[in-house]
């Protein structure tokens, strides 16, 4: 399988632009309505997968676990380029089905990183090193969603949450917390590419085929 002609693009976007690291994500609930909602980027494995993170108490993964029907809308401001990315994603948990997960990922079979439970772990691992303590405290907070009048007085809820700690008490609300920290992996098959910039502006899109190759195809914008 070839590297995707949009990776490098999304690559260098990124390396231009460190900040502009949020997208809208979207995906479909139990009654088929497209629900959206920004996230932050967190990293792009080698064969091109979307990682983000979310808590799992959240929305989306119960929308995934009904369909894995997602579409990401990526605008980088400074260089006013658009990426649309379509396809199948999966939550990454220990709660979750990780076999189902590799296969609506398209990983099944693949034995090292992105179809390796242990590299999701590690991966897993890192990621909630590198997010912050105020938003790891997030995921050590009551449900998300939850009527504030039925859950105990924000005073009481964590402020920030280290990573790692070698004190008893603090590794119970560490654990607790990082129990609800998923990865969302998403499996892109269909990328639009729009730059703005240039007049006349540039459309084009890559879809993944059967065999795996990407075919470009540039279109009026
Ligand atoms: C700039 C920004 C970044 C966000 N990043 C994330 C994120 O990375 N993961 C996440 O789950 N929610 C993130 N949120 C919150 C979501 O937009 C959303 O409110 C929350 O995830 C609940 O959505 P859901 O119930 O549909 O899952 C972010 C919100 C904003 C405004």
Same mark, same amino acid.
């Given at each position: 399988m070839?590297?995707?002609?949009w990776?490098?693009l999304?690559?260098?976007q990124?390396k231009?632009?460190?900040?502009?690291?949020?997208?809208?994500?979207s /995906?479909?609930?139990?009654?088929?309505?497209p629900?959206?909602r920004?996230?932050?980027? &967190?990293?792009?494995?080698?064969n091109?997968?979307?990682?983000t993170?979310?808590? /799992?108490?959240m929305?989306?993964?119960?929308?995934?676990?009904?369909?894995?029907?997602t579409?990401?809308?990526?605008?980088i401001e400074p260089t006013?380029v658009q990426?649309?990315?379509?396809?199948?994603?999966?939550?990454?948990h220990?709660?979750?089905?990780?076999?189902?997960?590799?296969?609506?990922?398209?990983?099944?079979?693949?034995?090292d990183?992105?179809g390796?439970?242990?590299?999701?772990e590690?991966? +897993?691992?890192?990621?909630?090193k590198g997010v912050?303590?105020?938003l790891r405290?997030?995921?050590? &907070?009551?449900?998300p969603?939850?009527?504030l009048?039925e859950?105990e007085?924000?005073d009481?809820w964590?402020?920030?949450?280290?990573?790692?700690?070698?004190?008893?008490?603090?590794?119970?609300?560490?654990q607790?917390?990082?129990d609800?920290?998923?990865?969302?992996a998403?499996?892109?098959?269909?990328?639009e590419?729009?730059?703005?910039?240039?007049?006349?502006?540039? +459309?084009?899109?890559? +879809?993944?085929?059967?065999d795996?190759?990407?075919?470009?195809?540039k279109?009026a914008p």
């Amino acid at each position: 399988m070839s590297k995707p002609q949009w990776l490098p693009l999304v690559e260098q976007q990124l390396k231009e632009n460190p900040k502009s690291t949020t997208y809208a994500f979207s /995906t479909l609930s139990e009654e088929g309505k497209p629900k959206v909602r920004f996230v932050i980027h &967190r990293g792009i494995t080698s064969n091109g997968l979307l990682l983000t993170t979310t808590d /799992t108490r959240m929305a989306k993964p119960q929308h995934l676990a009904h369909s894995a029907t997602t579409e990401v809308a990526w605008w980088i401001e400074p260089t006013n380029v658009q990426f649309r990315i379509t396809g199948p994603a999966a939550t990454i948990h220990p709660s979750q089905d990780l076999q189902k997960a590799f296969k609506t990922l398209g990983v099944e079979g693949q034995t090292d990183e992105e179809g390796s439970a242990e590299w999701w772990e590690n991966k +897993r691992k890192e990621l909630w090193k590198g997010v912050s303590g105020h938003l790891r405290a997030g995921f050590g &907070r009551p449900p998300p969603g939850k009527k504030l009048d039925e859950v105990e007085g924000s005073d009481k809820w964590p402020e920030t949450i280290p990573a790692e700690s070698d004190k008893p008490e603090e590794q119970k609300t560490i654990q607790n917390a990082y129990d609800h920290f998923a990865i969302i992996a998403i499996a892109p098959e269909a990328v639009e590419y729009l730059e703005l910039k240039p007049v006349p502006n540039r +459309r084009t899109q890559y +879809r993944r085929q059967g065999d795996g190759e990407w075919e470009e195809t540039k279109v009026a914008p």
